[in-house]
């Protein structure tokens, strides 16, 4: 028997919600599915329909209960598995949010991994967790360092983090530790989260200062020693591009995209020089034009506004201005900066280009950006586990080039595989 659709209004369906029953799209005289049950509606789905000029989906006839309990909760504001992704606990009291903003301003997150084997700093070091931030305990009872820190300082859970004003002094520690790994036979798995750390710091440097012709050098040069770092073996290959849920913080982002993408553009044979440096640095900038935007739009500790959200569409335009007016940066630098929202199908942005407009290089950086936003942690809800993310974006065979769809989840299978990793998604 022949499935019944029912159309509902695209208003019906709210921004960061989970619809609990499949959509369908009206497309070539037949009805397709568009988005499978349970996976959150986000704001670029809306946007994406919306910019189509879509104005109506369907769902099957047998899910209208579910269509109406769904409006329900959506109408009462309850959160849970198909209400609302709203501000939850801590995030709806005006103070709170007050904090977390002070936070982002004057914080930056660092790897625990840095500090492992016990090391002396002369910078103090904090925890971070829901929405405080404490000093650890071995920096509580002297003022003034050096200190030693021990691995049991080191907190179980949260994040570690260190004033933005001590940036220098951990960009020295890093500086020395690497020289130090350069000579000595320091652990493959220990140089790949120092490199990680160190090219952190040069995106968050250029983000303050994206005109800087100084910064942009330290970064392509660093791009040089990361691409090389992943070439010349398989474990530094998969150390560096190890996969853990962080807050969404742009510089974490960057580096993420960064390393996804040159060992995506690895499986598929591209060249060390120039391609994959080019790939990298792209991957790098590819969320520069950021710092142009409101930074409580950026860092908001909750859904945007659709308001909010054309505004931070607005990063790709601002990204290849800033690049194009400060940087003589080849073409395929740019086109990761410029493409990493297009979608095949036409409905992404800026442009709406399509698959034979998009450059290879725009391709994998579209996929490896929605890959690391799906599974990262927002301040008012957790990110989905990578096999979750991958399993999303397989499914949406109109948007990404479908073979390198297949060798990104290949790539991810031996690290997503580990008894580690299938714990901590």
């Known amino acids: 028997m022949e499935k019944s659709y029912i159309q509902i209004p695209l208003r019906g369906i ?9 959509l369908y799209i009206f497309q070539a005289g037949s009805y397709v599915l568009y988005r499978k049950a349970h996976y959150c509606f986000d704001h670029d789905t ?3 329909l919306v910019d189509s000029c879509v104005e109506s989906l369907f769902i099957a006839k047998p899910d209208l209960s579910l269509y109406e309990d769904y409006r329900q909760r959506v109408l009462d504001g309850q959160p849970g598995k198909s209400g609302v992704l709203s501000y939850e606990g801590l995030f709806v ?23 492992i084997d016990g090391l002396e700093v002369d910078f103090p070091v904090f925890h971070h967790q829901g929405n405080d931030v404490f000093i650890l305990p071995v920096f509580a009872g002297k003022e003034q360092g050096p200190w030693v820190l021990s691995p049991w300082a080191l907190p179980a859970d949260g994040e570690l983090m260190i004033k933005k004003e001590d940036l220098p002094r951990y960009q020295a520690f890093l500086e020395n530790k ?8 320091t652990p493959v798995k220990r140089k790949a989260v120092l490199l ?9 440097g250029l983000l303050e200062d994206p005109s800087s012709s100084e910064a942009m050098k330290k970064l392509s040069n660093q791009i040089t020693e990361v691409v090389g770092f992943i070439l010349d073996n398989e474990e530094g290959f998969y150390g560096l591009m190890r996969i853990q849920a962080h807050d969404f913080y742009t510089y974490v982002h960057s580096m993420n995209v960064c390393t996804l993408s040159v ?23 590819h969320d520069i034009g950021k710092c142009r935007i409101d930074p409580k739009i950026i860092h908001k ?28 940066l080849p073409a395929e630098v740019l086109q990761v900066v410029a493409m990493h929202h297009e979608r095949l199908s036409g409905g992404g942005y800026p442009l709406g280009l399509r698959n034979g407009q998009i450059s290879l290089f725009g391709k994998i950086a ?43 989840i290949f790539l991810l299978g031996r690290q997503l595989g580990s008894p580690q990793n299938q714990q901590a998604g």
């Open 301 to 328: 500790p909750g859904k945007l506004s659709l308001n909010e959200f054309i505004k931070v569409k607005n990063h790709v335009k601002f990204g290849i201005e800033m690049l194009k007016e400060s940087h003589d």
């Open 366 to 408: 579209a996929i490896v950006d929605a890959f690391d936003s799906l599974t990262a942690d927002r301040p008012y809800k957790k990110g989905i586990s990578p096999f979750q993310a991958l399993d999303v974006l397989s499914k949406t065979t109109t948007d990404y080039d479908m073979d390198l769809m297949r060798r990104f």
């Open 46 to 48: 809306l946007a994406k």
């Open 196 to 204: 990680r750390e160190m090219s952190k710091l040069l995106v968050q």
């Open 178 to 185: 690497l020289v130090a790994s350069a000579t000595g036979e």
């Open 93 to 115: 009291d005006p103070d709170e949010v007050r904090k977390y903003y002070q936070i982002v301003d004057n914080f930056f997150s660092v790897e625990d991994e840095s500090f």
């Open 14 to 22: 709210v921004a960061e919600t989970v619809p609990d029953f499949d």
């Open 263 to 285: 060992a995506l553009g690895y499986t598929i044979g591209l060249f060390k020089s120039p391609d994959l440096e080019m790939l990298a640095l792209g991957g790098l900038l």
